[in-house]
């Protein structure tokens, strides 16, 4: 390392005590809190997943005004593996004898699972849990341009 060495009255020691850079423990410790009661056993593995990089200080994506949208982004998630584990195992078609012979249909079940990814999709990019989403959220807003005077104008 170039440069010169710091003297000991340059140098700030880190403090152990406090808020300090603990992020995931902190954000565990809110999605903790934030939790509501009453949730099924793979709805509340599912918040225990998701919740904690959301409740994350530097991002603050979760919280109290928000619990409602997240615990419904939670079911949907947990039908929508519930339903992909139903077409795994029965396929995404049935065969029907109709007066028009033999067909080969979609299962209703199938439709189900396409719909409850597009509501997947939504909620999470309303939380910022998809890369477009997510440099939405961090993108700043538009700037005014400063004119360096009092009003702009001369």
């Known amino acids: 390392m170039k440069g010169r060495r ?23 410790a809110r999605a903790e809190e934030l939790k509501p009661e009453g949730l099924s056993f793979t709805v509340q ?6 919740a904690p990089p959301l409740c994350d200080p530097r ?24 339903l992909y584990i139903d077409v795994m195992d ?11 012979g033999h067909q080969l249909k979609s299962r209703p079940e199938v439709g189900q699972l396409n719909e409850t990814w597009r509501q997947i999709r939504a909620l999470a ?3 910022g849990m ?4 997510e ?10 341009f400063d004119f360096g005077g009092d009003d702009g104008f001369d």
């Not at 949208?69 to 939670?74: G, I, Q, S, W």
């Not at 029965?90 to 028009?100: I, L, V």
């Not at 440099?135 to 700043?140: E, P, S």
């Open 90 to 100: 029965n396929g995404e078609t049935y065969e029907s004898q109709t007066r028009n």
């Open 6 to 28: 710091p003297n000991s009255e340059n140098v700030v020691p880190l403090k152990d005590e406090g808020q300090g850079s603990n992020f995931e423990a902190r954000a565990r």
């Open 59 to 82: 991002k603050g994506r979760l919280n109290e005004g928000n619990v409602f949208m997240f615990v419904l982004l939670c079911k949907t998630i947990d039908r929508h593996e519930r």
């Open 45 to 50: 593995a599912i918040w225990d997943r998701l």
């Open 135 to 144: 440099r939405g959220l961090n993108a700043a807003g538009q700037l005014g």
């Open 130 to 133: 998809t890369p477009a989403a």
């Open 125 to 127: 990019s309303d939380f």
